[in-house]
Structures are given as C-alpha cells and as structure tokens.
T-cell receptor
Framework: QKEVEQNSGPLSVPEGAIASLNCTYSDRVSQSFFWYRQYSGKSPELIMSIYSNGDKEDGRFTAQLNKASQYVSLLIRDSQPSDSATYLCAVNSWRGGTSYGKLTFGQGTILTVHP | DTGVSQDPRHKITKRGQNVTFRCDPISEHNRLYWYRQTLGQGPEFLTYFQNEAQLEKSRLLSDRFSAERPKGSFSTLEIQRTEQGDSAMYLC????????????FGPGTRLLVL
C-alpha cells in the first residue's frame, strides 16, 4: 500500500462544476496535510493546508480532513479552465511532538476543466 | 520577489559528468528540503536541513548524491557520475520550521542526462 494515494485520473469536469479530489494516507501519526497545484512543466504551488478534522474554506477551494478515516479531500467550486492542472496531496508526519520534516506526496490527479 | 530560487533552471549533461545545483530559500526560513520528481509522479523526498544540519537523507540519495547547506543559508546538491536515471526535476523547498511546516517550492532544476 502506498503511503499517500490519490484518486486515479484524469478527472474532467465542465466549467462551473464542482471538482472533487480525494486522497488517503496510511500513517496514523500524520498531522499536517497540504494540497498543491502543479501546472505542466512548473513546480508545485501551495493551495491549502489543513491540520484539524473538518472543513477549511479559502475562496473557491474547500479542504476536508477526516483523521479517523485517514482521508483528505479538496473541492473546487465554480471550476475554471485555468484550474486545469495536476493536484498533489501531501502529508507531513510528526514524531515525538515535532514535525518529521519531509512531505510524502501522492502521485497527483490531473484535472481538466473544459469550457 | 523573495521566493525560493534555484539555479540553473535547466541542465543537460553527459553520462558520467558531475553536476551541482543551487537553492536559495526564503529568507528567515530555517528548513530547506530537496525533492526529485519524475514524469507522472509526485515529488520524492531526498533530504532536508535545519539551518546547517542535515537531519534526514532518503534511501534514494545514493553515494553519488551529496547536499550541503553551509552557514544555514543557500544549499547545493551535487550529483557525481551522473546516470540516465538521474534525469528528473530537482525541486527545492523551504519552511519556517518549529511547527510551521508549510513548504514553499522553488521553480526547480530540470536535469537531462544523455
């Protein structure tokens, strides 16, 4: 089992729809969760971070975390063609009360928003 | 712009040559990370520094790879005797550390080994 798994893509949604991206992780001590967006040929760009169970909203983006189910998701409302990119889920683990440092990434989900 | 910077942005080299990449983190960020990303995959952790101390190295980091962060500022990643399998995007990220673990990535260095 991979440490961080994302729903297989590619995911295609029409403009204006809600895009739903999912991620599961295997390490129960994971404490910090991140969503990055990566355009083709570019480096990852941070979209959202979430640390506590529940929802966190930022503009058109909502991150949802359920630690009991070891599940984190990203919803993109009113999807735009400019949202077309690869979305990476990343997890940071803690040991002994401090951050372990490294991020473990999923393989990414390619999102295409068509007009 | 005071984001993470990397140099060079692209590097083409022949198999067997040595290459060195540089990363300048966001100022006042104590932690600096190196990742490698191949096509269709998420970034894979290589190593990270807390100030000048190298705290962890991945098993991916073979003996041909070495990283330094002198004086806790910029960092260099050197690959000796490059192999075609080293072709990838090498990403540098930095964070404040001390519980503030949001990592911000630089533009990356794309390496092609012929």
């Amino acid at each position: 089992q991979k440490e961080v798994e994302q729903n297989s893509g590619p995911l295609s949604v029409p403009e204006g729809a809600i895009a739903s991206l999912n991620c599961t992780y295997s390490d129960r001590v994971s404490q910090s969760f991140f969503w990055y967006r990566q355009y083709s040929g570019k480096s990852p760009e941070l979209i959202m971070s979430i640390y506590s169970n529940g929802d966190k909203e930022d503009g058109r983006f909502t991150a949802q975390l359920n630690k009991a189910s070891q599940y984190v998701s990203l919803l993109i409302r009113d999807s735009q063609p400019s949202d077309s990119a690869t979305y990476l889920c990343a997890v940071n683990s803690w040991r002994g009360g401090t951050s372990y440092g490294k991020l473990t990434f999923g393989q990414g989900t390619i999102l295409t928003v068509h007009p | 712009d005071t984001g993470v910077s990397q140099d060079p942005r692209h590097k083409i080299t022949k198999r067997g040559q040595n290459v060195t990449f540089r990363c300048d983190p966001i100022s006042e960020h104590n932690r600096l990370y190196w990742y490698r990303q191949t096509l269709g995959q998420g970034p894979e952790f290589l190593t990270y520094f807390q100030n000048e101390a190298q705290l962890e190295k991945s098993r991916l980091l073979s003996d041909r790879f070495s990283a330094e962060r002198p004086k806790g500022s910029f960092s260099t990643l050197e690959i000796q005797r490059t192999e075609q399998g080293d072709s990838a995007m090498y990403l540098c990220a930095s964070s404040l550390g001390a519980g503030k673990e949001t990592q911000y990535f630089g533009p990356g260095t794309r390496l092609l080994v012929l």
